[in-house]
């Protein structure tokens, strides 16, 4: 299937989100990787290379374990591919840079929670992350090692138990404020090994009080912090899903382009637009005046800002035409300007 990968830093707080950063994944060129790992001496196996012809995607596969495994051996090679890991990494050190006082936390989903990312995070950049982990993830008890699913199951029957018997409860309901709204969860949260990853602070959520629904795993690098601020922190990360979603209304996967780029740029301009349309909900004055004249009340979502802005425009457009009218002008007449600026004849 053909599509491009877009990777974003996006900022988030309870009163507005935009994205900030952004860089299109691009598939590794074999050949180039090949080439560059045999330059720098590291050995290929004999035996896979028949991948390339009987199996490319498991020769694909066997040349970026090689690749991700001797990095830290020679640094070097980091170069010769951009991986979604990678891009990350450098969206969320540039911004670092220009920004060295603002040691805002960092929030992901799964996929982006190993242990390479993690630690880049926690020992280069020093920043506060709260990642996600899947109920495969393994954590390491006194007991041995289990999975995130086991344990959970372990400690929803404890809690089940203390509430029959009045005993004490192992989740503990809290309350977040997100987006001005008020959500409760129900949520474990201790400190705990997990595997591959270290010491972190793991909370564990349910929404129903009677943990009938399939929980939620959390994990940061603070182990002072609590579960609600752990969970309001996590749940700062669905803007990012929101945007490539509604950008895709302003036009950020319709577009008719090869050349990268120009889907860079194009992107860049339906990024634009969002954060303009995010900044109008912020305007008193804009609000009022699309309130006053097109009689509406301004609230929800970004879609309906676009909706509201395209109404405006619209009205805007009626009075041009309607004063051009009134001062005895012809409709040819009001409209050859604009004709003119969009032809660009």
Known sequence: MWAHDLVTLHYSDDDTDYPLRFQLWKP???AKLEQGLRAVQVPLKASK????E???DKWRGYLLGVWQRQQKKQPEIQALYDSKMTIAQDLLEQWVKENPNLKLPVTFDNWFTQPAFCRFLDQTLHLPYVGTLADTDKVN???????LKAFAARLKQEHLEAVKQGGQMVFHKITITYKRTSEVYYSYCQTHHIHNIGKQRLVINYRQADLSDNPTYF???QLIWQAAGITRIRRHRWPVEVYHEEGKAEGLDQ???RDFSAIERHVALVAVVYSLLRAAQQDPDLRDQLQGQLKVKLEGSTAFWRRAVQAQSLWCLGLFISAGLAQGHTLQQVMAPL???ICGA
Do not use: M
């Open 141 to 147: 008890l006194k007991t041995g090692q289990t999975t």
């Open 255 to 257: 577009y008719q382009l």
């Open 54 to 56: 009987t199996a490319p």
């Open 219 to 221: 994990i940061s690098n």
């Open 339 to 341: 004709i003119k600026t």
């Open 49 to 52: 290379e028949a991948l390339k």
């Open 28 to 30: 590794v060129d074999l």
